[in-house]
């Protein structure tokens, strides 16, 4: 049996009910066949894929708090330390009812290869708590996020582990959990990411991972002639990364026709409107079915959807396996030409193979959000000079990080004879990095 397909029989079999795990695993171990194929006796000697697969480090805690009524409520919160070779362990918290050991898993994973491709110094983390924001009272997030700082704060620190935002982990959340490290530690530093512009925070860090993607959106486009101008565009989710998106998209000139969120979606066919969507998700916090009140001319349809509307581009925002092989059946006989992913693996292995198999141009989530965490390393560049950049400075930064990134990929699947697999390419070029280092620092 050949490495590969022995350490994903061993990561099945090892870390049983994590499939989220197992997929991310399975899909970047699978691309990095002919690299490992090719230097197989090295890397079993050193068990190099066993090192990469097996977390550095794994937390798992108890996060108790009280509600408004005096209930106590206990959650569990996580923090996955994976591969610490490039750089301090960097990568968000999430906050959703979903949340398991698996799933930090998977995200963490696809971190450390994400955080390679940067170019910047840093390693792959993620953490969490399966604790839902939704309903709570801003008193209750605070009680919840003191509470899980005061167990996290062991691990952490702006030279070892560097958490950030993710979904339902924003501005709010980041400042409660900073204010309360610092209370603990004495210490005022670059701990978190995401930070608000009044304590350290960086311009443009909230914008980042959805300008981003519509970056390297828009450079792949022009490598194969085309550009974002005129096409139309299908966006899912209406959080952080679909927000920003949608802006970069329509400011490029392209007409965004639909968001979505957990409960539905909206279809504006005279573009979505971006102030409307800012104000009912960002201030008010409410579902997209206030949409229609902004849009008269907009619809709103409960449940799942976006991926049947005819588009040239489709841009996932919102969560893992949100966009299957029957949506990718739908967007194929839709006539998309390209599907980048804002999203960490929202298109599940068999959707992915069939747009490729289609000749759809598709940017996997590693590559096309890594905007976000890039500006977070900027965030954490500019905490450790103490100075802050402007909004220009920091846009012109993630623009050509995500220039660079895309020729990265696009020379490593060349080089590899796999021409124009961004999946491949991906994989190969964050693998390298991480490789080479790992061997440079011996066996830890
Ligand atoms: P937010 O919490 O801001 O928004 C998430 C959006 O997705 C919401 O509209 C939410 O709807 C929807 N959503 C979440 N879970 C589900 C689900 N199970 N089914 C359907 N819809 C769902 O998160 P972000 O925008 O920050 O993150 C979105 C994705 O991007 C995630 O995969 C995240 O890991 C990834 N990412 C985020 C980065 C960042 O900088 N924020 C960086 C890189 C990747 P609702 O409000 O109803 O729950």
Known sequence: MSYVDEIIEKVVKENPAEPEFHQAVKEVLESLRIVVDANEEKFR???????????????????????????????????????????????????????????????????????????????????????????????????????????????????????????????????????????????????????????GGSLARTEATGYGLLYITEEMLKCHGQSLEGKTVTVSGAGNVAIYAVEKAQQLGAKVVTVSDSCGWAYDPNGIDVKALKEIKEEKRQRLTEYQKYRPNSEYHEGKGVWNVKSDIALPCATQNELDLEDAKALVANGVIAVCEGANMPTTLEATKYLQENGIYFIPGKAANAGGVATSALEMAQNSERLSWSFEKVDAKLKAIMIDLFHNIENAAKKYGFDGNYVVGANIAGFEKVVDAMNAQGIV
Not at 158 to 165: E, I, M, R, S
């Open 45 to 199: 000697r050193d068990a190099l894929l066993e090192r990469l697969v097996n977390p550095e480090r794994q937390i798992k805690f108890r996060v108790p708090w009280v509600d408004d009524n005096g209930q106590v409520h206990v959650n569990t919160g996580y923090r996955v330390q994976f591969n610490s070779a490039i750089g301090p362990y960097k990568g968000g918290l999430r906050l959703h009812p979903s949340v398991n050991l698996g799933i930090i898993k998977f995200l963490g994973f696809e971190q450390i290869f994400k955080n390679s491709l940067t170019g910047l110094p840093i390693g792959g983390g993620k953490g969490g708590a399966d604790f839902d924001p939704k309903g709570k009272s801003d008193r209750e997030i605070m009680a919840f996020c003191q509470s899980f700082m005061l167990e996290l704060y062991k691990y952490i620190g702006a030279d070892t582990d560097v958490p950030a935002g993710d979904i339902g982990t924003g501005a709010r959340e980041i400042g409660y959990m900073f204010g309360q490290y610092k209370r603990i530690r004495g210490l005022f530093e670059g701990v978190l990411t995401g930070k608000g512009l009044s304590f």
